[in-house]
């Protein structure tokens, strides 16, 4: 509806084109008229009016050029005065027979151009008798007053011809404004759609360019841990071999420390090992607890964690839930890592679980800088971040892997105070459906985090890492 109004006046600017280029030619072809005829009744007269039919169509065509029509809220004053003009005219030339009667028909067709039919009935009524009145006193009865009779009938056939005219041509001109309207709204709604398919297209190539390259590094990593565990293994034989020797007290003591040492290196490679193989896709009864002890012990690898104080309030006597043990794995040890970051040294990190209303609740609070608003609407959204080392693929992937299990995933949040993430899974009934939506190769995602956080402290790649934080 806007549209069509607003396409209005020009059809109004187009209708006063035609009237101004009419008036302009009535106005020249006056002025040839009293230049090349003999026997006007008082030409000078006649001079005086086409001068002041000038001046009106100049007004006319410079209103037009600013983009207004003149004296457009008066459509009938315009018609009188004009039938008074030309009766003049009539009257001033050789009356009745005057080629300024055909006027009338001028007037006529601009009226109807411009306005509703009923404008221009109202303006033959008024030029009807304007040339009666003409007739009357010039005398019915010479020579030209039979002319009036013609004049009318052709009157009144313009009058009806160019209304029917004009109003064919508006309403042609009102049914292409509302097909272009439907067009335009046609257009945007399909442009909405390829967008919208554009950027879920976009999305799922991303998401398997990312699969790919973290399954690529797991498998890097897992043959790493492997070429570091054999010449490990040797190392901690010989310190063995050397223990048996019975050295000195202060050699026995570095030798438990070296032995401590490559124990726990070997400990981590054999994390790692487990971190890397390909996950699980089963649905399993799975315990909270267990989990985010996992996560945990994935997350102390990442350097910042020391500098944090993270506190957990996991019951070990909550219901296990059914679902893919290793994704909720990666989505815990997402938010985990989150709040690592969003945390300065010293910061406090909490994980509580909890039941409410039949679902598991499963909340990761932070002391934070929190969330803007101007953030918040665009959270989950993918590729988006506010880290420097961030992919912005984290929280996009952690609500796809929890919308699997029929879960969701919440936020609330306040600017300099934190930020709580809470993860609500259903424990009582079963689920039926395959987990297709995330890959094997997301699990090796877990390890893009850290090894883009790791050169902070080490200057080299860590494999052990999560999901691409947002």
Same mark, same amino acid.
């Given at each position: ?263 726990? +290196? ?6 790692? !090992? $487990? ?5 699980? /896709?089963?649905?399993? &009864?799975? *315990? =909270? ?42 989505? +815990? ?6 709040? !690592? $970051? ?5 910061? /406090?990190?909490?994980? &509580?679980? *909890? =039941? ?115």
């Amino acid at each position: 509806m806007n549209n069509v109004a607003a396409e209005r006046p020009r059809w109004d600017l187009a209708a006063e084109s035609i009237v101004v280029k009419i008036r302009w030619f009535g106005v020249i072809m006056g002025y040839v008229l009293v230049q090349t005829r003999t026997g006007l009744h008082n030409p000078a007269a006649v001079r005086a009016f086409l001068a002041l039919g000038a001046g009106y169509a100049a007004l006319d065509f410079a209103f037009w050029r600013l983009g207004e029509v003149f004296l457009k809220r008066w459509p009938l004053f315009v018609s009188f005065m004009e039938s008074i003009f030309i009766a003049l005219l009539c009257y001033h030339d050789t009356g009745l027979a005057s080629p300024f009667r055909w006027y009338y028909l001028l007037s006529l067709i601009c009226c109807a151009i411009r306005y509703q039919p009923a404008v221009a009935w109202w303006t033959l009524g008024f030029h009807s008798i304007s040339l009666l009145s003409l007739a009357w006193s010039l005398g019915f009865s010479t020579p030209t007053g039979s002319a009036w009779p013609l004049t009318l009938v052709i009157m009144a056939w313009v009058t009806w011809a160019s209304s029917s005219l004009a109003g064919l041509l508006r309403a042609a001109g009102d049914q292409l404004q509302d097909l272009n309207s439907e067009l335009v709204r046609v257009r945007a709604e399909l442009e909405e759609r390829v967008a919208e398919r554009t950027d879920a297209l976009r999305t799922s190539q991303a998401r398997m360019i990312q699969q790919e390259k973290m399954a690529a590094f797991g498998l890097l990593a897992a043959g790493i841990a492997h070429e570091v565990g054999n010449p490990l293994a040797a190392l901690s034989s010989l310190v063995q071999i050397l223990k048996r020797r019975g050295p000195d007290p202060y050699t026995s003591e570095k030798l438990d420390l070296a032995g401590r040492q490559l124990h726990r +290196i070997e400990r981590t490679i054999h994390e790692l !090992i $487990d971190f890397s193989r390909p996950a699980s /896709r089963a649905i399993t &009864r799975t *315990r =909270i607890c267990e989990v985010v002890d996992e996560a945990l012990g994935i997350a102390k690898y990442y350097q910042r964690t020391k500098q944090r104080r993270i506190s957990t309030d996991i019951p070990t006597n909550l219901p296990a839930v059914l679902v893919v043990r290793d994704y909720l794995t990666q989505v +815990i040890l997402n938010l985990v890592l989150n709040a !690592i $970051d969003a945390t300065d040294d010293q910061g /406090r990190i909490y994980l &509580r679980a *909890r =039941i409410e209303d039949g679902s598991m609740e499963l909340s990761v609070e932070d002391d934070g800088r929190g969330i803007s608003l101007a953030d918040r609407c665009r959270l989950f959204q993918p590729f988006f971040t506010t880290k420097s080392h961030g992919t912005g693929l984290g929280l996009f992937v952690s609500r796809q892997i929890l919308e699997e299990f029929s879960a969701t995933l919440t936020f609330c949040s306040e600017p300099g105070r934190g930020s709580t993430f809470t993860i609500r899974l259903p424990w009582e009934a079963a689920l039926t459906s395959t987990v297709t939506a995330v890959s094997d190769g997301d699990r090796a995602g877990l390890a893009q985090a850290a090894a883009d956080r790791e050169p902070e402290r080490t200057g080299r790649a860590n494999p052990v890492a999560a999901l691409p934080s947002a």
